[in-house]
């Protein structure tokens, strides 16, 4: 038929996603620098709990591969920071899909490796506490 379909279609409509992503990478790498009293007064200030980062984690972990189980989680209203909570909601909304259609291109924007960076810096964050 001749019809070809490019690897990029649709990589558009995970704009927002992507810039959420990359803003709270670049936050919890900022927050692994940090004093450990300097990252548990924020944590405490933002009603973050250790529950919360390693749910967070384990589902950023999930994002990474095919195959791997998302938990289920909500995201919670008290938390004040904006980024920790839009960040909460993208990976709620990228575990909700039945197919993996969405979190393919997802990783197509993002690098797996990005991906399991993040997790692997979430992980490291309660043990600070």
Do not use: C
Not at 67 to 85: A, T
Not at 92 to 118: G, T, Y
């Amino acid at each position: 038929i001749g019809i070809k379909n490019p690897r990029t279609q649709r990589l558009k409509d995970l704009e927002e996603e992507k810039r959420i992503f990359i803003d709270f990478y670049n936050s919890i790498y900022k927050i692994s620098n940090e004093s450990v009293e300097e990252t548990i007064a924020k944590f405490r200030k933002n009603h973050i709990d250790s529950d919360y980062i390693i749910i967070l984690a384990r589902n950023t972990n999930a994002l990474s591969q095919d195959g791997l189980k998302f938990v289920d989680f909500s995201v919670k209203k008290n938390i004040r920071d904006p980024l920790w909570k839009n960040y909460g909601q993208i990976v709620k909304s990228l575990a909700s899909h039945r197919d993996a259609v969405i979190v393919r291109r997802f990783r197509r924007i993002i690098p797996v490796e990005r991906i399991v960076k993040l997790a692997d810096m979430l992980y490291s964050l309660p043990s600070m506490k």
